[in-house]
């Protein structure tokens, strides 16, 4: 053990090496760290962002929804009839 640096040289453990605390648990901010902004400004910026978003049109929302709902509906019945096809052959099985 003692080869493998498991054991000093008297059989005792060695001491564990002392590690720095992580940098995100130091208490001082970074050098360049950017300053907090207000919640006004923060709330200004959003909007500023929020009129660059490209909104869908009704009708593209429309077509989502569709194909959204008509997936869920062959989703749903896929999953149905495997379940009634499972169970069936469990009881078939086991009867």
Known sequence: MQRQGQMT???QAPAAPRREPPAATRTRPA????????P????????VE?????????AETA???TVVFVTLA???????????A?????VFLFK
């Open 9 to 11: 040289e008297d059989g």
């Open 31 to 38: 050098a360049g760290a950017p300053k907090r902004t207000s």
């Open 40 to 47: 006004r400004q923060f709330l200004h910026e959003v909007n």
């Open 50 to 58: 929020m009129r660059k978003v490209a909104w869908p049109t009704r």
């Open 63 to 65: 077509n989502y929804a």
């Open 74 to 84: 062959v989703l749903m019945a896929l999953i149905f009839v495997l379940d009634l």
């Open 86 to 90: 499972f169970s069936k052959t469990a």
